[in-house]
Structure formats: C-alpha cells, structure tokens
C-alpha cells in the first residue's frame, strides 16, 4: 500500500500538495482507494481516499494513530557537504534509514561545496523515511556558517576531526535521554582554527575508530554508532 | 604521497601491471620519486622508483614494512547484489573503508541482479583500500547460486532476513577471534526455502534493527556493527 505525507484534522488527512499530486498524477490513486498516511511526526495511519485530484488528496482516517517507537536520544548530525553530491546523498539516505532527528550542513575553511538545494534533501529525507516505514520525518537545516552552526545547545557536543587529540570514543558515551551534536568536517578536514573554535563553546574531540574515513562515511559511522549502542 | 600496490621481493617492489600504467601514465611519477607501497596482505612500506614506465614500475623499498593492525575478527558478508549497481558499489566502498575481510555475492530466488562485474568491484575495493589507507586487500568471490554460497564454512553463520522469526541481536554475540559469517538477502528478501536451507547448514537468523534496511544498507550496518562493537 503506498505511503502519503498528510496533515492531520481530527479524521481528515489532507495530502501535502507535493503528495497529492504524486498520489494522484504519478500513482494514479482514486478515491476509495486504501493508503497508508504518516504525519511525519511520528504516527501512521491507515485512510481511505475521499477526494482525489492533481491539486488536493483527502483521505477519510480508517485505522490508527500507530506511534513509531521514540529512539531514547536526539541525534543531530552536522556534516560539511562533500564535492560529489552523490556521495552526501546517500548518506543522508542511509543516515534517514537507519535513525536521525535532525541534520545541518556546515561552510567550513575546507569546504567543496557550499552551496546545497535543501528541496532536494528534504526529498531524499521524506523519500527514505516512507521507505523505511517509519513515520518520523528528521528536521533539515540549510546550509551555515560554521561559527553559527557551533552555537547551537545540545547536551553532548562532539566534534570528529583527523588530528592528533584526546579523542573522547562514541562507545563510551552515556547518551541516554541526551541530545547530541556530532559535528563532521570536509574532505579537507576542519582546520586548527575550526577545531579550537568549537573546542572553546564546549565541543569535544571525538575518534571514529582506527581507519581514515572518508566524509559521507563518517558522517553515517556516527549515525549507526548510536544506533548500535542505544 | 601517491599509494601503489605491488608484489613485494626482499628490497624490492613491483607494481602491478594496472598499477604501473596508473603510476606512470596517469600520476605522471618518475623514477627518484618516492611512493607508499602496499603489498595487500597487511604490510606497507615507502619506496623510491627506481624504474618508471607504462608497462613496469619498480620501487626500491627504503621504509618499512609497517604492519596495519589485524582486526580480531574475521567478517565475511555475502550479499545479493542490487538492481542499481551504483547502491551495491558505495555498500562495498564503504564495507571496505571500515574493515571487512572477504565479500561474497548471491544469485538468490528474488535476486533482480544476477551478474556483476567482479574486476570492477575489485578495483573500487583496491581503492577504498588505498584511500583509507590500510594495507589489507578484502577477498572478493564472484557471484554464486545461493546454494553453494550457503556451504561455506565459519564459526559463526547468520542470516538477515525480514520474515518474523526468532532472531539474535549482533550485540549479543562473542565473535572475537571467530570467522563470522553473515548472509544479507535481495530488494525482494530471501524466500522462506532459502531461510530454510540456511537454516538447515546451521545459519541463524540475526536482527539488524528495528527500521526496515535496504539491502545495501542492510550490508553495510553489519560489517559497522562488528566494527564499533570490536
């Protein structure tokens, strides 16, 4: 049964107008037709279409809520976007797959790519949480400045770079109810500056095990680290 | 400073044939100049050419060799391939990037690849080898019939699939020193006469989580796993 991102009305769920248009033009849905619907806050329905066209899906709620098991922390990711596209990409699909609430994208010294379609990464994000059957849609930030992404609050704030440093290991965490940041640097890496920078409101050195990870790698080694471990 | 890999005779190194011609048609290197060598199977060195042409370089060693650190784990996955070749090849990139010692890939019932081309994911498993640079070169098998793939030996055999079933938790495994290996199904999972003769050869079932995984990412959480829970 295919899957729709709605607002929810007390038993009316209205289509988004990106998804009715999808539901209507691409899937050809019509009304009386059984969907699934989530809200991307994390519950899911179970709905039957009432009024079905390009510009507007409604579906009457049959079934539901269903609440997706809350993970027991806040994972924010904040990672530079690396020069190939593709390779920042599937990670944001892997990272949405395996559990993420909320991701960044940070303008480093180093940085290859500073410029990204956040559409397109909501997209990805909306497309892989559908896919993975859940029900939770991760917050997306766009792209910032490195010396205003730093000054976000979390409990637990770690930075992972490749230098020499008193590395704190994700395993050794106790991460539980807590809300972490876990800043990821370029292909570059961050520079001495970045890092001091980061290290003087509160971010800590952090090592992501023994072999030389490449950005997009690191950035979803963090996310299925927490995963692992939870 | 360029890495190469090469068959390694006392004080010398010769690059490979592919490796040659990269050196010294690509990379543009001559001989004086100074490279990383790596001989595959754990060991690197750093050397001088000696020799530099499209068909034959040779490198005089001058450092090493320096041992990369042996996993205490043995981990060999075997996975149906899937349909876009591009998500089964950043699977194994990354599989090797974060340490894995032998791939396998299976023609199952639901397979919707059953050929691949194993020279092309040998030459991305030699450079994400290279790029994260370790000295380890994984094994890569062709692609079998699922019923040959499942009579490999290991002391411990574990099979991912999504039907409900009694599963173990990787986390909850003892696999130090132990050749673990684990079967990852195709898009349209392992029917239940696979999981059966899986079964039956002594592979139990294991959990990856509680999101539903593509294949490839499916693949990839379990080498991960064993590599944070090391």
Request: aromatic fraction near 8%.
């Amino acid at each position: 049964m295919n899957v729709f991102i709605a607002h929810i009305n007390g038993h009316t769920a209205n289509l988004t107008a990106e998804e009715s248009w999808h539901c209507y033009k691409v899937l050809r849905c019509k009304a009386g037709d059984q969907i699934h619907i989530i809200d991307g806050l994390g519950a899911s329905y179970k709905g039957e279409l009432i009024t079905a066209n390009e510009k507007q899906c409604v579906a009457n709620i049959i079934e539901g809520p269903f609440y997706q098991n809350k993970r027991n922390y806040y994972l924010h990711l904040a990672i530079a976007p690396t020069k190939q596209i593709d390779r920042i990409e599937w990670m944001i699909e892997k990272a949405v797959e395996i559990g993420i609430d909320e991701i960044s994208f940070i303008k480093c010294k180093n940085s290859e790519r500073v410029n990204l379609k956040i559409d397109r990464i909501q997209k990805i994000v909306e497309s892989a949480v559908k896919q993975s059957k859940q029900a939770f849609i991760p917050k997306v930030n766009p792209i910032e400045e490195f010396k205003n992404v730093i000054g976000t609050s979390a409990d637990i704030k770690l930075i992972a770079h490749c230098e020499h440093d008193n590395k704190l290991r994700l395993r050794d965490l106790e991460f539980k109810n807590k809300k972490i940041m876990v800043l990821v640097g370029p292909e570059g890496d961050f520079t001495m500056d970045e890092i001091q920078m980061a290290k003087a409101v509160g971010f800590k050195p952090v090592s992501l095990g023994d072999t030389r990870l490449r950005t997009e790698t690191a950035g979803l080694y963090t996310v299925q680290t927490f995963a692992i471990l939870t």
